[in-house]
């Protein structure tokens, strides 16, 4: 709940890593999502994090938490032209509570 | 894995007239689906708690008459749009999990258009 921040734009270089950050404000946040939309389409869950963790990865994906600071970051890879999309980041209180979603980082991959 | 279907992707309607959004678990039941907002470039905006069996819950600022959600079974929730107006043009979006999952899962979303 509460308020989700995100930085608007990153524009990168194909096989360079991409670095998205997101801030939160909701102390109690237990669950921290990663979803990736493409224009037009609905969102694609990506990854996730409990708030008892500091770090998950999964293939290219890797997700750091910094409870203390209420930040959090999602960390591509070897980043693809098909990278290119919005990433929002999300939170919520529990597995069947509300999201409360960023603003959004469009990503941009160039050749 | 989960799957949510949403009808339709697209619609467009003449101002005043109502419109019908479907939202259905195709693999699961959802006892609680939600129905996001989103305007262009923009983050999405929880509109309300579809609840099923019961009332919907309705974020502060959504119009409870305009926005009428229908949760009538463990696998479809609707949202109909009342007497729509140019203003209510957006991207909507639902969302469910099953239960004891993390994630939820998004339908496609469906962008209406009123003119």
């Known amino acids: 709940g509460e308020d989700v921040e995100q930085s608007l734009f990153l524009s990168v270089r194909e096989g360079d890593s991409s670095v998205i950050n997101c801030t939160y404000t909701?102390?109690?946040?237990?669950?921290l999502y990663w979803y990736k939309q493409e224009p037009g389409a609905g969102l694609q869950l990506l990854t996730y994090?409990?708030?008892?963790?500091d770090m998950k990865q999964d293939q290219r994906l890797t997700v750091l938490l910094n409870k203390k600071d209420k930040h959090l970051s999602l960390r591509i890879a070897d980043t693809q032209t098909g990278d290119s999309a919005i990433y929002f980041c999300?939170?919520?209180?529990?597995?069947?509570?509300?999201?409360?979603f960023g603003t959004g980082t469009r990503l941009q991959v160039t050749l | 894995g989960a799957v949510v279907s949403q009808h339709p992707s697209w619609v467009i309607c003449k101002s005043g007239t109502s419109v019908k959004i479907e939202c259905r678990s195709l693999?699961?039941?959802?006892?609680?689906m939600f129905w996001y907002r989103q305007f262009p470039k923009q983050s999405l905006m929880l509109m309300a708690t579809?609840?099923?069996?019961?009332?919907?819950?309705?974020e502060q600022g959504v119009e409870k008459d305009k926005f009428l959600i229908n949760h009538a079974s463990l696998t479809l929730s609707t949202l109909t749009v009342t007497s729509a107006h140019p203003e209510d043009s957006s991207f909507y979006i639902c969302?469910?999990?099953?239960?004891?999952?993390?994630?939820?899962?998004f339908g496609s979303g469906t962008r209406l258009t009123v003119v």
């Open positions: 999300a939170d919520s209180t529990g597995t069947a509570s509300k999201l409360t």
């Open positions: 994090i409990f708030s008892n963790m």
């Open positions: 579809s609840n099923e069996g019961s009332k919907a819950t309705y």
């Open positions: 969302s469910a999990t099953p239960t004891g999952a993390n994630g939820y899962t």
């Open positions: 909701d102390s109690s946040s237990t669950y």
């Open positions: 693999d699961f039941q959802a006892t609680t």
